[in-house]
């Protein structure tokens, strides 16, 4: 009897070790997702930067809003603003909009977190919505970059406007790591 | 002759006012300029971010390649080997190799500045180079996402890491002014 449970407990042992194995396999195996379309794909940068953004707007303490790692920089709250206020350079002319001007920056205007945290949020939305409308076919359509004159494919639009948004994320990560925080996408995922 | 003087100078302003004027609504006029194929413009964005970066590092001083704001983030060095990392696993990928997952270059590997801007140089070269190749067609044929099991084309690769370069161009633009510089990008332009 002795013997035989040994020997249950080895085979038990022997399996749980092979099932793992037999799903690390499983995993190799499962063939990749198709490619998303183009419209899906861009959506996705888009979003994703948006979302890192602004869960750092609302997580970021309300009394640290004001910091800036030195005096000549734009303070966390300017930082963000700043990003939405870009964010409609995108928005406004994919929609057939005039792009904003210099009346419009919300620098002086919104000053509170809760404001702040929903207008960075909305400005990403705004964009996604302004994507989605496109979808695939439209997303070739031109646009004129209102900063460089220039004929534009929405789609290659979108993505320089979200490799800005990435630098001024970089800039945020930066202004949570001077103040000992850990910036939300960084901390270990639950 | 002296009112005769002031007449003249006069209309020398006066014409002056109406060329800039009429330069000005010439500029406005000027048709925009037409839109690049899907490989060129990945090309002329991914090379936008890098130039940025490239400035950077091979302007950073020496003696501050190891400095760092935090104890727990990367130095400017291994800022930039990261990066040199993450365009190698791109190059990577559009060859159809598989990602190497080093992606944190050694700086015991790379000791100097002058190694570091060498690499850096050229993993952006490279990835450049292997867009062009692609060409607009090639660029959007479906490639292996290294990071994901799913499909994507070079080009949504592309632009997502020129995301990615902006995250980390923009902790660098931190990095520069704690230190009381201003980045290469930033300065008064010649």
């Known amino acids: 009897m002795r013997k035989l449970s040994l020997m249950a407990a080895m085979l038990l042992v022997a399996g749980l070790m092979a099932l793992p194995v037999l799903a690390q396999d499983a995993a190799k195996k499962d063939p990749p997702k198709p490619a998303s379309g183009p419209s899906q794909s861009v959506l996705d940068t888009w979003n994703d930067i948006g979302r890192k953004i602004t869960a750092m707007a609302e997580d970021f303490p309300e009394d640290k809003y004001e910091f800036k790692a030195k005096p000549e920089m734009r303070s966390f709250r300017e930082a963000l603003l700043h990003v939405a206020d870009t964010n409609y350079f995108f928005t406004n002319p994919v929609k057939g909009e005039k792009p904003p001007t210099e009346g419009d920056w919300s620098k002086d205007k919104l000053k509170s977190k809760a404001e702040v945290a929903a207008y960075v949020k909305k400005s990403f939305a705004d964009g996604a919505a302004a994507i989605k409308a496109k979808g695939d076919a439209g997303l070739n359509s031109l646009v004129v970059d209102p900063y460089a004159n220039q004929q534009v494919r929405v789609i290659d639009f979108a993505y320089g406007f979200a490799e800005h948004s990435g630098e001024h994320y970089g800039l945020l990560v930066a202004y949570y790591r001077l103040n000992g925080l850990v910036p939300p996408e960084s901390r270990p995922k639950k | ?190």
């Open chain 2, 1 to 190: 002759m002296k009112k005769f003087s002031l007449v003249a100078a006069i209309l020398l302003v006066a014409g002056m006012m109406a060329l800039s004027v009429l330069a000005q609504d010439a500029a406005k006029k000027e048709a925009p300029k037409p839109v690049p194929g899907p490989a060129a413009d990945a090309i002329v964005q991914w090379n936008e971010i890098g130039r940025k970066l490239i400035a950077m590092a091979e302007d950073f001083p020496e003696d501050k390649y190891d400095y760092k704001p935090t104890p727990e983030v990367r130095s400017f060095a291994q800022q930039i080997l990261h990066l040199a990392g993450t365009n190698m696993e791109f190059s990577a990928a559009a060859n159809g190799g598989k990602p190497s997952g080093e992606e944190e270059l050694s700086r015991a590997q790379y000791k100097t500045k002058a190694d570091v801007v060498a690499v850096l140089k050229k993993s952006f070269a490279d990835g450049a180079a292997i867009m062009q190749q692609k060409g607009d067609k090639g660029i959007m044929t479906a490639i292996k996402n290294p990071y994901s099991n799913e499909m994507t084309t070079l080009y949504s690769l592309a632009l997502g890491f020129n995301e990615h370069s902006g995250e980390h161009y923009g902790q660098l633009v931190v990095y520069y002014r704690l230190n009381g510089m201003v980045p290469p990008e930033s300065r008064p332009k010649k």
